[in-house]
T-cell receptor, first 112, second 117 residues
Framework: QKEVEQDPGPLSVPEGAIVSLNCTYSNSAFQYFMWYRQYSRKGPELLMYTYSSGNKEDGRFTAQVDKSSKYISLFIRDSQPSDSATYLCATAGGTSYGKLTFGQGTILTVHP | DAGITQSPRHKVTETGTPVTLRCHQTENHRYMYWYRQDPGHGLRLIHYSYGVKDTDKGEVSDGYSVSRSKTEDFLLTLESATSSQTSVYFC????????????????FGDGTRLSIL
């Protein structure tokens, strides 16, 4: 079993929809949680960075962490065609020199 | 954008040849990482560095070596390239971070597409 599992998708939604992207993890030592967005032929770009449980909002994006169930989510409101990309969740924790463990990524397409 | 430059951006080479990929940063960050990205596997850590001349292995380090002689440069070397090392390679940096952990978010370069025939 991988340490971080991510719904593989692909996910296709109409413009304006609310998108929910999800990951589960197995290592209770993870304390830092990130979401990255990756456009084709580009490097991952940090979207959200959270520590421990709770919600964090940034514009149309909300990251949610539930450490009790080891579940992390990213919600995108009013999705736009420009949101079409691969979304990667990542976790880190402890004295790991900041090493990240990534999910496999979910490909999202938002149709006009 | 974080000041990370990867070179070359594309490379095609033959099995058995040595290959060196370069990551250069202008942020003076302490931590640097090399990942490979393959379909179905996501991003997997190859090696990382927590300071000049301080490096360690990641999840998929076999067949790879690294060096960091200056804060700004982190080199990844495939001593004798194999077809299984065909991939997209990403460099990442984080920092400044103090002491162990350095759990700052990582920022990525735009990758090197490496094809080994």
């Amino acid at each position: 079993q991988k340490e971080v599992e991510q719904d593989p998708g692909p996910l296709s939604v109409p413009e304006g929809a609310i998108v929910s992207l999800n990951c589960t993890y197995s290592n209770s030592a993870f304390q830092y949680f990130m979401w990255y967005r990756q456009y084709s032929r580009k490097g991952p770009e940090l979207l959200m960075y959270t520590y421990s449980s709770g919600n964090k909002e940034d514009g149309r994006f909300t990251a949610q962490v539930d450490k009790s169930s080891k579940y992390i989510s990213l919600f995108i409101r009013d999705s736009q065609p420009s949101d079409s990309a691969t979304y990667l969740c990542a976790t880190a924790g402890g004295t790991s020199y900041g090493k990240l463990t990534f999910g496999q990524g979910t490909i999202l397409t938002v149709h006009p | 954008d974080a000041g990370i430059t990867q070179s070359p951006r594309h490379k095609v080479t033959e099995t058995g040849t040595p290959v060196t990929l370069r990551c250069h940063q202008t942020e003076n960050h302490r931590y640097m990482y090399w990942y490979r990205q393959d379909p179905g596997h996501g991003l997997r850590l190859i090696h990382y560095s927590y300071g000049v001349k301080d490096t360690d292995k990641g999840e998929v380090s076999d067949g790879y070596s690294v060096s960091r002689s200056k804060t700004e440069d982190f080199l990844l070397t495939l001593e004798s390239a194999t077809s299984s090392q065909t991939s997209v390679y990403f460099c990442a940096i984080s920092g400044p971070g103090q002491g162990l952990g350095g759990n700052q978010p990582q920022h990525f370069g735009d990758g090197t597409r490496l094809s080994i025939l």
